[in-house]
């Protein structure tokens, strides 16, 4: 079965952005992986998941008067695909110290949320707008309580290097950046419950993952949404990009109540 | 011969003379002719005396061992001179896995512990078995670790493993026990409410602002609501979730390593294959990682101080806290210094400057502050984040200040520490750990929750060259990463004059930790 000429080019387009192929050591700067085949993969999951008849019900859910967008940015560092991150600075008033991609809120003069995120990250880490391949937008992600919600933007920024870039000192202290491999085997989950005491159907779970930085919240959630859709073979997902009802309460606790 | 007499007389005064007439005598005794006891100081030995051959204590006699058996199950024994042993089971499950269940399981069980297995009928079976081990028995459960554990006699090892496994895996979970662990949590749950002693429910307080919702921030107390819910189906699926033997670790003081080993794997390992909770059965474990969020958890509560003996003054108290590290980085022990030089504890130890109480919070706060009635320093450090806080209790009216009395002492770690007060907090660190650690029982734990955590034990010596290492700019570099942490503010009382969050959060971002001058027409 898998000498079919269709199934060998489906297991070689695999392959080819499969980070983890030895080939990878060799080629250090020449990049194995077809870009073209990446983006088609994430256009086609991120459509079918913006379809979801439960992603569109949410949407109507919620009332929010400001959207914000953030970029995820897709970039190769040494033939390695991987994400970009910023530290965001302790000067500004929320999430001090804390890691996220570039963005902000979509403002007046923005076309969406798309325009946003390619403005926001201009200003924070200096990377021209016109050089981002903007690939397609993922379904909004909210926190918790449903009061924010931010619509990841994926874009591929080509072959990068860190310290060329120059951070907006006000708004971001460092730019690191980290491959999926490395993502992939430094995540871990957390199991909050939202009222302290007791366990409720509400309780959700967050991956995080623990790079140089500790990567949580919405940051980790979008990772772990990117992870999934390029990274299938080797990640399991955990928050499905969402904070639902995501927890099964075991059958015995709830009779018994 | 007189004259010889009284001129050898007349020289034993003069060097007497000589010698109590300069404060170092050494420099002025000449080797006495005879030998002579009388003049010879007690650090120079006696010209005719043998000489003498001083014992030397052989480096690293006293090394903990490890095994790893089949099962999983992990062995260590550190041997230790004495007639007792110390040895016990510590597995790693305590409160911060309970997510999933009703909060308190790790509790319960310990209350559940040594009440009847199925070679003892009841707990006096087993009190009367191990007294005649020659010893007393115990289980503890924390955040995260329970420990089964007892003391007996040297020789008596093979059947005290006998009872250990019996107790930690064929349980008699029935309803006595269980109804019995009920009365007993409901009056302890009762005692915390009404004692005005703050302890134990700021501790679950700060914890729950600083994790808030997962693993150490759950609490470990069970919950009057949810009491009810812990029954024994619920007990047995925690036990089949979390109590395996890759979980566990047997630990031994005073032991011999090899016995131990075999012991572990005739009665432990045995015990395993089948507990009292059948190992078919719904399974939920939990592998979540704590994560710190910061946050601010307030209980307003009048304290009834009408039932007490003692007059009790009304007080509040207010813990604030940040974020540390865990136990296995290498910023730890730094922490544990900081923890020292910070000390504290209740006004009535302060005494004033002639004490002797020279932690930072004696001299700067309960010495100048007469109305704070205390301030303690905690570390709270577990195996993947930390929580290190400061605790004050003031009365409700005085809040504000007793708050900003805290802030002030978190920003001004930034500034450095003196030489004299890090070596005095290095120091008494040191000792505290090498006092401790003469008890078995403190050997016992420490070497079991070494093994459990990290798989290796770093020898008191080790921990104490780690002390001596630690410096000025690595107390400051820990203090501005904790500072950097979003702050975790807990408290209970009448705490109606509570600054708000974002004061305090803004207070501790300042170099000089001062909190905003509030302006307020009409005074609250």
Known sequence: ?257 | MAGRMSRSAGRYYRSLRKSFSTSSCLSYVESPANGDVMTTPLSVPLRDSPKPIYAESASETFQTMTSKLNNGLTVTSQPKFGTFCTVGILINAGSRHEVAYPSGMSHYLERCAFAGSSIYKDRDAVMLAVEKLGGICDCQSSRDTTIYAASVDRDKLEPLMELLADSVYQPTLDDDVIEQARESINYELDELDKKPDPEPMMTELIHEAGFRGNTVGLPKYPQAETLHQINKASLQKFLRSYYLPERMVVAGVGVDHDELVALSEKYVSAAAKSPSWSLDGARESDASVAQYTGGEVKVQKHFDLSMSVVPMPELAHVSIGMESVKFTDTNFVPFAVLNMLMGGGGSFSAGGPGKGMFSRLYLNVLNRHHWMYAATAYHHSYDDGGLFCIQGSAHPSQLRECVHVITQEFAKLTNGIDKVELDRAKKQLQSMLMMNLEARPVIFEDVGRQILATGERKSPKQLCDMIDNVSNDDIVRVARHMLSSRPAVAALGDVKQLPDYEDIENALTRPDGKLPKKFRLFGR
């Open chain 1, 1 to 257: 079965m898998l000498r079919t000429p269709i199934c060998i080019r489906l297991f070689i387009s695999r392959m080819k952005y499969n980070t983890r192929t030895p080939q990878k050591q060799l080629h250090a700067t020449h990049c194995v992986f077809s870009t073209e085949n990446v983006k088609k993969h994430v256009v086609k999951i991120a459509e079918s998941l913006t379809s979801e008849l439960s992603y569109s019900n949410s949407m109507k859910r919620l009332k929010l008067k400001n959207q914000a967008a953030v970029l995820v940015p897709l970039c190769t560092v040494n033939g390695e695909l991987c994400l970009l991150f910023t530290v965001r600075s302790n000067n500004l008033p929320t999430h001090k110290g804390q890691i996220s991609f570039p963005g902000g809120g979509v403002k007046h003069g923005d076309t969406g949320a798309v325009d946003a995120a390619l403005r926001e990250t201009e200003e924070e880490i200096g990377f021209p707008r016109n050089k981002v391949d903007v690939w397609t937008t993922l379904p909004h992600i909210s926190n918790h309580t449903r009061t924010a919600a931010v619509i990841p933007v994926v874009g591929y920024l080509g072959e990068v290097n860190v310290g060329d870039m120059v951070p907006d000192r006000n708004e971001v202290t460092e730019i690191f950046t980290v491959s999926l491999t490395d993502l992939v085997n430094s995540a871990s989950y957390t199991r909050f419950r939202i009222k302290a005491k007791k366990c409720s159907e509400h309780d959700y779970v967050m991956p995080v993952y623990f790079t140089q930085y500790r990567i949580w919240g919405l940051t980790a959630n979008i990772v772990d949404t990117i992870l999934s859709i390029l990274k299938s073979d080797s990640y399991n997902q955990i928050a499905e990009g969402k904070f639902t009802v995501k927890v099964k309460l075991s059958s015995d606790v709830k009779m018994v109540s």
